[in-house]
T-cell receptor, first 114, second 111 residues
Framework: EAGVAQSPRYKIIEKRQSVAFWCNPI?????LYWYQQILGQGPKLLIQ????????DSQLPKDRFSAERLKGVDSTLKIQPAKLEDSAVYLC????????????FGPGTRLLVL | QKEVEQNSGPLSVPEGAIASLNCTYS??????FFWYRQYSGKSPELIMF????GDKEDGRFTAQLNKASQYVSLLIRDSQPSDSATYLC???????????FGAGTRLFVKA
């Protein structure tokens, strides 16, 4: 079974630039998550999709971050404009059903904002 | 704001010893609890989940849950250098949809 795919793996940008990350979940998984993990901290949920719909985006900085999940499958997360404090690893995860089930994580995208 | 608290460590144990990792949570209604392992530079992977009070064993790993004390722990028996990683405690939020992760405990197993 193929795992969660993410791209790019690494990205370096300057502040105020924009960046986009892509995620393809495990086939058949209804729930997709985007997490931000700052060095030394646990993952923080940015947005959670159940199929096409958003079920939680309470911690997403909506003035600069946006996300969509096309046709209930893959997803993109965008930051525009980026700030220095956005430097982090962005993890995509998926689960078959709800968040009360095992989440499978992708390899992550390491973002450095200069 | 619901919280999941872990001692950040590092916790250092000699090879062959028992490593004990602890987690407390604030949501009294929580029903399920997950332990993820994260190697340096890698993404988290599930190693244990527990729903019921008491102990759950899987190989060298034992999860212990005490809902009255809002406390969940992970014991690693016969610790190996390959167990050196950060261990994340994760608790689904009963009032919403998200899973709340602790900051993780770094474990070092010395050969």
């Amino acid at each position: 079974e193929a795992g969660v795919a993410q791209s790019p793996r690494y990205k370096i940008i300057e502040k105020r630039q924009s960046v986009a990350f892509w995620c393809n979940p495990i086939s058949g998984h209804a729930t997709l998550y985007w997490y931000q993990q700052i060095l030394g901290q646990g993952p923080k949920l940015l947005i959670q999709f159940q199929n096409n719909g958003v079920v939680d985006d309470s911690q997403l900085p909506k003035d600069r971050f946006s996300a969509e999940r096309l046709k209930g499958v893959d997803s993109t997360l965008k930051i525009q404009p980026a700030k220095l404090e956005d430097s982090a690893v962005y993890l995509c995860a998926s689960s078959f059903g709800t968040e009360r089930e095992t989440q499978y994580f992708g390899p992550g995208t390491r973002l450095l904002v200069l | 704001q619901k919280e999941v608290e872990q001692n950040s460590g590092p916790l250092s144990v000699p090879e062959g010893a028992i490593a004990s990792l602890n987690c407390t949570y604030s949501d009294r209604g929580s029903q399920s609890f997950f332990w993820y392992r994260q190697y340096s530079g890698k993404s988290p992977e599930l190693i244990m989940f527990i729903y019921s009070n008491g102990d759950k064993e899987d190989g060298r790993f034992t999860a212990q849950l005490n809902k009255a004390s809002q406390y969940v722990s992970l014991l690693i028996r016969d610790s190996q250098p390959s167990d050196s990683a950060t261990y994340l405690c994760a608790v689904p939020d009963t009032g919403g949809f998200k899973t709340i992760f602790g900051a993780g405990t770094r474990l070092f197993v010395k050969a």
